[in-house]
């Protein structure tokens, strides 16, 4: 059962972070080689790995290990920094900056950046195909499924496919809603998923969570946005959708709100093994980056 205080919870994110940090570390190349130095510029920038410590704390929830955890979330963590490559390319949304340093292809070029990317991703399903001496064969194909699934036309891939799309037009709340939930949302599930089938979760949890994992996931993108508002970002972005600019702050704050209690009911059913959890919710609308 999960003991932490509101102030442990920092404390738990702070060395888990470290530790994710560590294996990230152990098992990226580290050659002289362009893409080991490309590589780990992205994956060394500072990100807060939010999405494989969901994948450890739930997995932990269900009983399991945290080392059994620990490689599928950094291979979450890899997908992720892939995706933020492409996503800066001036072909996608075209940022100079990411986590306060210039983008890779700044420091390099596009083509640089999209191989690394494709480095990243590739690099990804290897070490969870093959590297992970803990978890038996069939749950490793389950977390491939999961993962390729979250990443693909109905998820990540389709997202950014109707974000740009629908660029210079007027877009409906609920078409906003529905690429945030694909383009964003749909990684976050997958960590939460891959975490419950890691700790061999049945099928009423799996449902429970995947619910919990979707409400978070799309709170986090409300939030997002409200976090880019506020620092002005979101008036540089013109042609990316911003849930504030499509309601106003209040209404988006209730909203990424609202998804958060969402999401927390799905966890009553754990009880008190669900405290990190929750607080991990709570985290996603107070967070200041
Ligand atoms: C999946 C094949 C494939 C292609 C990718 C580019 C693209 C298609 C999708 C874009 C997905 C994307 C980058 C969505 C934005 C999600 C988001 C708010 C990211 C920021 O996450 P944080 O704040 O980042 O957790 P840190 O810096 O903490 O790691």
Do not use: W
Not at 50 to 60: E, K, S
Not at 200 to 219: P, S
Not at 277 to 288: F, M, V
Request: positive net charge.
């Amino acid at each position: 059962m999960a003991k932490d205080s509101p102030m442990d919870i920092q404390k738990y994110f702070e060395k888990t972070k470290k530790e994710i940090d560590e294996t990230l570390n152990k098992i990226l190349p580290k050659g002289k080689d362009i893409l080991s130095k490309t590589m780990r510029y992205s994956v060394f920038a500072g990100g807060k790995r939010l999405r494989p410590i969901l994948v450890i704390a739930t997995a932990q929830m269900l009983g399991a290990k945290k080392d059994e955890a620990m490689l599928p979330a950094c291979v979450i963590e890899l997908v992720h920094n892939f995706t933020l490559i492409h996503d800066d390319l001036p072909c996608i949304d075209n940022d100079d900056f990411r986590r306060g340093r210039p983008t890779l292809h700044k420091v390099y070029n596009e083509a640089i950046a999209i191989l690394t990317g494709n480095a990243l991703l590739n690099f990804a399903f290897a070490v969870l195909a093959k590297r992970n001496q803990t978890l038996s064969s069939s749950v490793r194909i389950k977390l491939i499924e999961e993962l390729s699934e979250a990443l693909g036309i109905c998820g990540l891939v389709g997202g950014q496919v109707e974000e740009m799309s629908f660029r210079g037009k007027d877009l409906s709340l609920s078409t906003v809603k529905d690429i945030y939930m694909k383009k964003t949302a749909a990684l976050i599930s997958a960590a939460v998923r891959i975490g419950a089938i890691i700790g061999k979760a049945d099928k009423k949890e799996l449902a429970l969570l995947t619910n919990y994992g979707k409400n978070i996931g799309f709170a986090f993108q409300v939030s997002d946005d409200i976090l880019e508002f506020i620092s002005g970002e979101a008036r540089e972005k013109k042609d990316e959708p911003n849930y504030v600019l499509y309601s106003n702050l209040k209404k988006a704050k209730d909203v990424a709100k609202e998804k958060i209690e969402l999401a927390k009911e799905n966890l009553h059913y754990f009880g008190r093994r669900a405290e990190r959890l929750l607080r991990i919710a709570d985290y996603i609308i107070n967070r200041d980056s």
